[in-house]
């Protein structure tokens, strides 16, 4: 039976690979920082076939003993924000070259990498050119490794959909930054999760690139509107300038978890969507699943009158 150590293994779209990996019949060592607070992963697979262990990112000899025996090794790791020392450098870049090494000297056969859409060494986003860092960094160490950049990835648990609907319960109105135009593809966590699956199944994936998003594109706006008709609430969306936006992002990225920031502000100039350059879903045989199919499920908790955990 495969090994397959998965880094990040207990954040959000990491409990979803999980689930997918156990399904396939591998054995699955979830590397996270606090293995107890991963317990929550092993009912996902059969008794004693996803074992939480101890790892850091930012620590070589952590993540070499993670890695060691592992046939394939997936890093998941990322942040949206920067925060003390899990900051976009020691993760997106330091970290994920140091995956990359260790599972090179450990002598693993696949090294799969979650990057971004959008990633780009020459980008004005930091987050976006970490990204792009990490990237070139990890086939320098790993030349076959399998890349994998999702759009906007929506679910349960996701970090989007949830954060606006949690900010339309409390406010009246809604920034549109950049007038709201700006583009995305949004994709199922379940969905990204098929993917890699797929992709640690098949050794021709060994060295390829993978967009994934989802069946439609949607505006910012667009993606306001639909997630308050969803909690059945009227709000005002209101435009603002990206100017104005950046200066507001200075005072509200002070807060240890912040609502927006300046770097967010630049990727939002840009539109997040498949370039068509490279394979995605459907080249691995996985339909993407649309918003009006998931949406339901977690957003319904925050109309009035329904209880919210």
């Not at 939480?52 to 993670?66: M, Q």
Request: glycine share 10%; hydrophobic share 45%; with cysteine.
């Amino acid at each position: 039976m495969d090994v397959v150590t998965v880094f990040g293994a207990s954040g959000f779209i990491g409990r979803y690979v999980i689930g997918e990996l156990a399904r396939t019949g591998v054995r699955v060592r979830a590397a996270v920082r606090r293995p107890d607070s991963a317990s929550f992963l092993k009912p996902m697979g059969d008794v004693g076939q996803i074992t939480p262990i101890a790892a850091n990112i930012r620590d070589d000899a952590s993540v070499a003993a993670a890695i060691e025996g592992a046939d394939t090794v997936i890093n998941l790791v990322g942040v949206l924000f920067p925060g003390g020392k899990q900051n976009f450098n020691a993760l997106h870049v330091d970290g994920a070259q140091r995956v990359a090494k260790a599972a090179k000297a450990a002598g693993a056969e696949r090294v799969i990498h979650m990057s971004a859409l959008g990633a780009d060494t020459e980008s004005d986003s930091v987050y976006a050119s970490s990204k792009g860092i990490g990237e070139q960094l990890v086939r320098d160490a790993f030349p076959g490794a399998s890349i994998v950049r999702p759009s906007i990835v929506f679910g349960p648990e996701d970090d989007f959909f949830n954060k606006f609907a949690v900010i339309a319960r409390l406010s009246p109105a809604l920034p549109l930054i950049g007038g709201g135009h700006t583009r995305f593809q949004p994709v199922y966590a379940g969905d990204v999760a098929d993917a890699f699956a797929k992709i640690c199944a098949d050794p021709k994936t060994a060295g390829a690139t993978f967009e994934l998003g989802g069946p439609q594109i949607y505006s910012f706006r667009e993606l306001m509107e639909i997630m308050l008709d969803e909690i059945d609430r009227k709000r005002c969306l209101v435009p603002v300038p990206f100017a104005i936006a950046k200066l507001q992002a200075a005072v509200l990225e002070l807060s240890p978890i912040p609502v927006l920031t300046r770097d967010q502000v630049r990727q939002l100039r840009h539109d997040n969507v498949l370039s068509g350059d490279f394979p995605g879903l459907d080249d691995l045989g996985v339909e993407a699943t649309t918003l009006d199919a998931i949406l339901p499920s977690y957003l319904r908790r925050y109309r009035r009158g329904v209880w919210h955990s």
